[in-house]
């Protein structure tokens, strides 16, 4: 059965992309076969990512400029109210918001600054396009909360290792970019008002998801870097090569499941009626590296245990300050 998301510009789902899933045995196959049946579909050549908005893509190139002045940013932003209102939005939160309330888009855009507008402009784009989910909304807001936390430790954590911040930002953004994909695909099995049970799913979409999040990093058309880190942030290397920023994205999601900033349920959470109806209550190992594997990485980032107690706190105080 194929659905399709996003043909009109008018439709409510726009942006949503394309897919082909025969998903009416879901809950019959085995993990191993459930694995196959989701990495088969992003492989698909019928299958479309959510689309990005053009206007980020342009974005996107026009903040590699160091000459760009803000009312052409800002011009090209109104073309998209959508992703103007989303920047708007980040913009007043309290990472980058003063003494002054910002009430404009070139008040926001300002307050930004230009060395930090891609990360916003992708951080704005997913939340438009990527991170919404009629069927799994609470699930989308939890992953969005956690690729948030891993962007910002990326970028904390790149103090001390040798990447580039925005790269590291970008790459902690969309590490688990595919977790996302995947629930859009299987939030449109609900067509019969039956919603495919997560709870059973989970151990599926966590082992397909870097695969199919680099399927989607490569059909948007992202630096190829991404997608390798992408594919490659639960082992912390890149074709068996040490590879910084996998290794970086590694250990900030490690540090985030200490700092209960995780996907899945962290040792000491409680458990709840909305992780009850996630299913993440029966997955406290969800979207964790082994612990073999982010040793490893740490030590090729040499990173020492003075190091990673500040990064610890700088991550607390941004947690505080933007009241994740």
């Not at 699930?139 to 290792?161: E, F, G, P, V, W």
């Amino acid at each position: 059965m194929t659905y399709s998301r996003g043909r009109k510009p008018t439709d409510a789902d726009y942006g949503l992309g394309e897919h082909s899933l025969d998903g009416d045995r879901l809950g019959l196959l085995d993990e191993s076969e459930l694995t196959e049946r989701l990495l088969q579909t992003f492989a698909s050549p019928s299958y479309r990512p959510p689309r990005l908005p053009a206007v980020a893509l342009e974005l996107l190139e026009l903040s590699r400029r160091p000459e760009v002045e803000f009312k052409t940013i800002e011009a090209l932003l109104e073309r998209d109210s959508m992703l103007a209102g989303e920047i708007l939005t980040i913009g007043r939160s309290a990472c980058y918001s003063g003494s002054r309330p910002v009430t404009t888009l070139g008040a926001a855009l300002t307050r930004i600054g230009l060395s930090k507008l891609r990360d916003v402009v992708m951080q704005a784009a997913l939340n438009v396009r990527v991170f919404r989910s009629p069927t799994y909304a609470e699930c989308m807001a939890r992953l969005q909360r956690h690729s948030m936390a891993i962007a910002h430790l990326c970028r904390i954590l790149s103090n001390y290792t040798p990447v580039s911040a925005d790269r590291a930002f970008l790459c902690g953004l969309l590490h688990d970019v595919g977790i996302a994909g995947i629930l859009l695909v299987l939030g449109d099995r609900k067509k019969d008002g039956a919603t495919p049970d997560l709870a059973v799913l989970w151990p599926a979409i966590d082992a397909a998801h870097a695969r199919a999040g680099a399927s989607m990093v490569a059909l948007w058309q992202l630096p190829a870097e991404i997608g390798a880190v992408v594919a490659a942030h639960h082992r912390g290397r890149v074709d068996d090569a040490e590879n910084a920023m996998a290794a970086t994205v590694c250990v900030a999601e490690s540090l985030a499941c200490e700092l209960n900033l995780g996907l899945g349920l962290a040792e000491n959470e409680a458990v709840d009626a909305t992780l009850e109806r996630l299913g993440l209550d029966l997955h406290r190992r969800l979207d964790r590296s082994d612990d073999t594997v982010v040793l490893r990485a740490s030590q090729s980032l040499q990173l020492t245990e003075q190091s990673m107690d500040l990064v610890r706190a700088a991550t607390r105080q941004w947690v505080a300050e933007a009241a994740v």
